[in-house]
């Protein structure tokens, strides 16, 4: 009489190893996308100042200690998101600055609306690819901006372009440079739920 084969014990145990194995790597990717969404917005952003992407300008906190005698127009552009009662406006539709020069220039804004409302402002320049020249020092758009009911205020920006310019090709017949800036407003936080003390019962 032929005895049966014992019995593979070790196949169990590696098919216990392999869903282990496989759960943990799922478990893995599964971190890294949701890792890798946190960060894509401030990758995204770092890229964007940092190749000047689609018009996004630099920052800078010094003057770059070079002004050269070729002129440059800038022109001024604004435009407020629907929904947002808020008039904005440039003080001079465009100036003319010499390349490394530092300048200042005023939009005036208003809250029209009857109640105090918080916004902030997106900008970029174009040509988009100047965006890598164009250096801001202060501007409002860096910060959240809160205004009262009909309050009216001058919001500067102070700015220069890269004396770096002259040395890109493509830049050589640049005469104008467009900066926009857009007003979005913020979201409120949420109100807190009001409370109150249970009723206390009447008895029968």
């Known amino acids: 009489m032929t005895e049966a084969p014992p019995a ?3 196949g169990p145990v590696r098919k216990v190893e392999r869903y282990t194995l496989v759960a ?8 890294g996308m949701v890792g890798m969404s946190f960060a894509a917005v401030p990758l995204y952003d770092w890229f964007c100042r940092t190749t000047g992407f689609g018009g996004t300008t630099q920052v800078s906190v ?15 552009d604004s435009n407020v ?7 904005f406006v440039p003080e001079q539709n465009s100036v003319k600055v010499r390349i490394g020069e530092v300048k200042t220039v005023y939009y005036k804004v208003i809250n029209d609306a009857p109640r105090e409302i918080t916004a902030q402002a997106g900008y970029n320049v174009t040509p988009p690819q100047v965006g890598l020249y164009f250096h801001k020092i202060n ?5 959240e901006q809160t205004m009262k009911a009909g309050e009216a205020r001058d919001m500067a920006v102070v ?14 017949s640049l005469n104008t440079i467009t ?4 007003f979005f407003p913020m979201e409120a936080p ?15």
Do not use: H, M, N
């Not at 900066?179 to 857009?182: I, M």
């Not at 409370?195 to 008895?203: C, H």
């Open 179 to 182: 900066l926009s800036y857009t």
């Open 8 to 10: 593979d014990r070790a």
């Open 139 to 143: 501007c409002f758009c860096f910060t």
């Open 81 to 87: 998101a629907p929904g947002l009662p808020w008039r």
């Open 62 to 76: 010094v003057a770059p200690g070079e002004v050269l005698d070729r002129e440059l127009t800038i022109r001024f």
């Open 190 to 204: 949420p109100k807190p739920v009001a409370t109150t003390e249970p009723k206390e019962q009447k008895r029968l």
């Open 24 to 31: 943990a790597i799922c478990v893995a990717v599964a971190a």
């Open 159 to 172: 700015f220069y372009v890269d004396p770096a310019i002259v040395k890109d090709s493509d830049q050589e």
